[in-house]
């Protein structure tokens, strides 16, 4: 048992100390307080009532009403029966956030490099550098938690991969399996697309090596082992993964029925992203050198350049306060690349950028080509449009590319990959592979590389580069060319200072390895002067962009927003209805709205796609019949800075009769047809529905005719209608048929869509209870495969465990 105990003494310590880093770093939560995330306040927002309606009635809702007419909430935090992988996740992230994220960087690429034989000192010190590394910092700050989720557990299942291969069959295969599980838990899918890209190179570079040694066998033995673990993955989430597959058809991402734009223009029909919208966000091919030198292209859009500063000079010359200078200062325009929009610079780091170059004279065989390759594919595609026939073949033939936009985040591969081949330098270094004289080739070759580069930089910046930025005309409109002149030279002033910065940690860490092959310096002490000059490179950059400023009580980040005069006379009315928020507010605030009403808008990617089309089709326009028959009873508008709520007396309620049904042939038409359309009075359908109901186009309707709502939640609506004709009943919620049932005194009655989005349903004449019930079948199914799944998994470890003991006994 003692023996046990000192084995492990050294990684507990070290789990201890991740977790102090963890809560250094974000030490206001030690305070209570929790970081102001933008996305979060937007979240929180959007699933205000679904976790209300959890509160109040101990039930799930996979619906909610509360942003854009009404939407599944499979992408806003669902929570699934036997979701025993999600329990396992939550138990893990016990800090807290964001220091939970923080932690599991940390853990997750320290049993990277334990998989691959890295000493563990070392492997601390890699956990450090990836931790840290700026990107996926300041992804924490603006609240895109679910890709830092699934960014934190990319390393754990390249782990347990490598462990596969290397003939860890029992521990391989679990851990891949529970890795993958939690990878997936993350529901973020484009991070868990992009590790596997690296999967695939890291599965040719194994591929290839096996083919030279002769050990094809154990390849395809290891790649059928990690294949049946990513079944049991799948199988562990799969709730969430059939939700989303059937759902993503549906939405914004999905392949659109239309062939016109608002305008009326032709569209071009993908079965994915615009390619534009993909390549929006697209990494400049100069910006490469961000990853070396923090502010090379001038940090992020907005920098505090200061008092001594020539941006605040020049504002002080236009005129402004020496307040307003300094404040306008704070918030420079200095990012010159090609991006929209920018927060900060992805900052790897000088020295792991250093070590990484080390690492391609002293690594060898199949471990340095996965990683190559993975930091190379990575770079290249992070291009998007600036490498635009890579890019334009991988949107075109590569398997669901063209479902994620923003193509620079590929970049968090490299993140990950530069620093295994960084450590793996020093590792080398250690060791006695090579002859000190080998070793001191490669740390002159690394030093030219990276030293000169930066050399080459601070002589001829001005020669190379304008330091012209995108907007810049917009500026020099406003303010003139010697103001935009005086940002320029903070921008080469930036750029000077932190190359500068650079080059001395190169020669530091250069220095600090010459001592040791010199035998001035020990192992430990190299390890220590390490984690010291990565810890200063990375964290002060870090804390420039996310630090305790960052952090507010947790009640206003809990509850951010608070009710202004036209919420406030808004909830006085109790009734079943939705709101148009057209102020400034909610501008800035798009799912303000959905916090407290029925919204007709909100803050999500994942929309309704037929629903986003009928916005910019007909809602951003101000089409009154459309919001009339989408039931939008209030519109929050703004006059001289006061909000108010205007009452639109013409909305029809939530269910009414029409008198006449009109068909039309296609998704065209029917959003065209919405135009001019009676909604009141006539409803439109496409053909599909035509045949398979079997309806009429002309339905009488009397004065006695009524249907009304009597019960509402998010998941269920209850009406009762009286008419002495058999009517058509045109409700006022979102049609979507993978889940809403309609019943008519309680039997099930197939219903149908018209006007584009909303249910309709043919009612018989006299009294009836009509009721929606939202029953999505892909619940009821995903949860008993994640049961199995999670038994499988559970008896496949005991018999693990078993094995891994009784081979134990066997050897003694």
Not at 147 to 164: C, D, F, N, S
Not at 206 to 223: A, G, M, Q, T
Not at 382 to 388: A, C, H, P, R, V
Not at 416 to 438: T, W, Y
Request: a neutral charge; charged letters at 20%.
């Amino acid at each position: 048992m003692s023996f046990s105990i000192k084995r492990f003494l050294p990684h507990i310590l070290i789990l201890v100390g991740f977790v102090a880093l963890s809560l250094a770093y974000f030490s206001p939560v030690l305070q209570g307080k929790k970081i102001n995330q933008s996305d979060i306040m937007h979240y929180i927002g959007m699933a205000e009532q679904q976790k209300e309606f959890a509160k109040t009635t101990g039930e799930e809702t996979y619906w909610t009403n509360s942003a854009f007419g009404g939407m599944p909430t499979y992408q806003l935090g669902a929570k699934y029966p036997h979701n025993y992988i999600k329990k396992l996740d939550l138990t893990l992230r016990f800090l807290p956030r964001p220091a939970d994220y923080l932690f599991l960087y940390f853990i997750g690429f320290y049993i990277l490099l334990l998989s691959l034989k890295v000493d563990f000192k070392l492997a601390a010190l890699g956990a450090i550098a990836f931790g840290f590394s700026t990107y996926l910092i300041i992804i924490l700050g603006v609240g895109h938690n679910s890709k830092a989720h699934a960014i934190a557990y990319m390393p754990l299942v390249l782990a347990g991969i490598v462990l596969t291969f290397r003939k860890k069959y029992i521990l391989g295969f679990i851990l891949t399996a529970i890795a993958l599980g939690l990878e997936l838990v993350a529901n973020h899918f484009q991070m868990t697309y992009y590790l596997l890209l690296l999967v695939l190179v890291l599965g040719l570079a194994y591929l290839i090596d096996s083919y030279r040694k002769k050990v094809l066998p154990h390849f395809f033995k290891s790649v059928g082992l990690l294949s049946i673990a990513a079944i049991l993955a799948i199988g562990l989430n799969a709730t969430n993964i059939m939700a989303t597959q059937e759902y993503v058809k549906e939405s914004a991402r999905g392949q659109s029925d239309l062939t016109i734009n608002p305008d009326g223009s032709p569209k071009e029909v993908t079965t994915g992203l615009d390619k534009d919208y993909i390549t929006e966000y697209s990494y400049g091919i100069l910006e490469t050198f961000n990853l070396y030198i923090p502010k090379f292209m001038g940090g992020g859009n907005y920098e505090d350049v200061g008092k001594d500063s020539e941006t605040y000079e020049a504002y002080i010359n236009l005129g402004a306060s020496p307040m307003e200078a300094l404040d306008a200062a704070r918030n420079a325009p200095m990012y010159w690349g090609d991006q929209p929009i920018v927060e900060a610079p992805a900052y790897v780091g000088a020295v792991i950028i250093f070590l990484f170059v080390l690492g391609l004279f002293l690594v060898k065989g199949r471990l340095k080509w996965w990683l190559v390759g993975g930091t190379l594919l990575s770079l290249l595609l992070s291009y998007g449009k600036n490498l635009g026939f890579l890019t334009d073949f991988f949107i075109d033939y590569v398997p669901f590319y063209n479902k994620f936009r923003a193509v620079s985040s590929i970049q968090v591969i490299l993140e990950l990959c530069i620093p295994v081949l960084g450590i793996f330098a020093l590792s080398r270094l250690f060791d006695s592979f090579q002859k000190d004289e080998e070793k001191l080739k490669a740390l002159l070759y690394s030093v030219g590389i990276t030293a000169g580069l930066a050399i080459i930089f601070l002589l001829f910046k001005s020669t190379l580069f304008d330091f012209e930025g995108l907007r810049d005309d917009q500026y020099i409109g406003a303010y003139g060319q010697a103001f935009m002149d005086a940002v320029i030279e903070d921008r080469k002033s930036l750029m000077t200072t932190d190359t500068l910065r650079t080059l001395i940690l190169v020669l530091l860490s250069a220095g600090t390895i010459y001592l040791f092959l010199k035998k001035k310096l020990s192992e430990n002490l190299v390890v220590v002067v390490f984690a010291v000059l990565i810890l200063f490179d990375l964290v002060t950059v870090d804390k420039q962009y996310v630090n305790n400023d960052d952090f507010i009580s947790a009640i206003k980040v809990d509850k951010p927003y608070q009710p202004n005069q036209a919420d406030k006379e808004i909830l006085k009315d109790k009734g079943h209805f939705r709101v148009m928020d057209m102020s400034s507010e909610g501008q800035r605030m798009p799912a303000k709205a959905a916090y407290y009403h029925n919204s007709l808008m909100g803050y999500s990617a994942a929309k309704l796609g037929r629903v986003e089309e009928l916005l910019e089709f007909h809602v951003y326009k101000n089409n009154m019949n459309v919001l009339n028959m989408l039931n939008t009873k209030y519109i929050i508008a703004e006059d001289q800075g006061q909000i108010f709520p205007y009452t639109n007396t013409e909305a029809n309620g939530n269910a009414w009769f029409v008198s006449e049904l009109k068909f039309v042939a296609n998704a065209n038409e029917e959003i065209v047809a919405l135009d001019s359309l009676n909604t009141k009075t006539t409803a439109v359908l496409d053909h599909e529905f035509q045949a398979a109901h079997n309806l009429k186009t002309t339905y009488q309707v009397d004065s006695t005719a009524s249907i009304q709502l009597k019960e509402f939640k998010p998941n269920y609506l209850k009406y009762e209608s009286n008419n002495s004709n058999e009517g058509l009943a045109v409700f006022s919620e979102i049609y979507y048929a993978q889940g809403w049932n309609a019943y008519i005194n309680g039997a099930l009655t197939p219903h149908f869509r018209v006007n584009y989005v909303l249910r309709a349903l043919e009612l018989p004449k006299g009294k009836h209870t009509i009721e929606f019930k939202f029953e999505p079948q892909v619940v009821a199914t995903g949860s008993k495969v994640a049961l199995a799944s999670s038994v499988i998994l559970g008896l496949l470890l005991l018999v693990g465990v078993f094995f891994k003991i009784k081979g134990r006994k066997d050897k003694a």
